[in-house]
């Protein structure tokens, strides 16, 4: 399966590369909003697209087979442009915008922070002195932004901050964001329903579950808490009853219409739950 998910991957990194502002002369230089910089249609770039810098960083550092991106220079230029332009982006609160200017997003700070931290992790001996200091004060502002905020009506962002929070913490290791971090996962986990979906404006969302699994997944693998363990597998059992016969999942009969999953949380939990290891075969 590893190998499958490797070659469709492999598959859109050109894709993903020509969203890229690639000009070292542009004042948008490292920018994945090609709506933004290329097309002028918005106001501001949506902040999240940075983390194409994540998936770039793993093929930069690992000898996977058919990857021709391993230390490959242009790449590791490309991404390090990618973290560099967050400082063009964030607000002074440690916040970044999706949508509109000074929108202040809680989520896409978090879709934006999380994939750069593990891209800061993976390609930090590649940095200059300078551009180490630049990321890490971009992820220092974030992680204080993210603890003193809370979204209660959206479960998965706040699982996603809580991993984000976690992740930073490993670079900075600080106790205050440890306690924010240990905060909102026992938040999360408090507000999962018998059933097993955690609330999505007040429902259940297959998509969003499984985004959710996700974030618990690798915050579990990251961090070892065992606590989290059996309710990434209540949720995943709770998915198993929303799996279509002909392939699909989800749909209008979930409280945010989404008809997609995300494998990668399954996939870190197959050994340990094996009904896990059978979603991922019908994904």
Not at 77 to 82: E, F, L, R, T
Not at 241 to 254: Q, V
Request: charged share 25%.
């Amino acid at each position: 399966m590893k190998q499958i998910f490797l070659e469709k991957a492999l598959e859109r990194i050109p894709y993903l590369l020509s969203l890229q502002d690639r000009n070292p002369l542009s004042p948008s230089y490292g920018s994945f909003d090609r709506e933004y910089w290329h097309y002028k249609k918005t106001d501001c770039p949506y902040s999240s697209v940075q983390g194409a810098a994540f998936p770039l960083a793993i093929l930069y550092k690992n000898k996977l087979p058919i990857n021709p991106y391993y230390k490959n220079n242009k790449i590791r230029d490309w991404i390090i442009a990618s973290l560099i332009f967050l400082d063009k982006i964030q607000n002074k609160n440690g916040s970044f915008d999706e949508y509109y200017p000074n929108e202040q997003s809680y989520i896409g700070t978090s879709l934006t922070m999380y994939p750069a931290s593990e891209a800061f992790l993976l390609m930090k001996e590649e940095l200059s002195s300078e551009q180490e200091n630049t990321i890490l004060k971009i992820l220092k502002k974030s992680a204080l932004f993210l603890s003193k905020n809370i979204e209660k009506k959206v479960i998965n962002q706040e699982a996603m901050a809580a991993l984000v929070i976690y992740t930073i913490n490993q670079i900075f290791n600080e106790n205050e964001f440890q306690q924010a971090a240990e905060k909102k996962i026992h938040f999360v986990l408090e507000s999962q329903t018998q059933e097993g979906w955690f609330p999505e404006y007040g429902g259940c969302d297959v998509g969003y579950l499984s985004y959710t699994i996700d974030f618990l997944a690798t915050y579990y693998k990251k961090s070892g808490d065992e606590k989290v363990l059996e309710p990434i597998k209540k949720a995943i059992n709770f998915i198993s009853f929303c799996l279509h016969p002909n392939g699909t999942a989800g749909g209008e009969y979930t409280a945010r219409n989404t008809e997609y999953l995300v494998p990668h949380g399954f996939e870190l939990i197959s050994n340990k739950y094996p009904l896990a290891n059978r979603i991922i075969k019908f994904i």
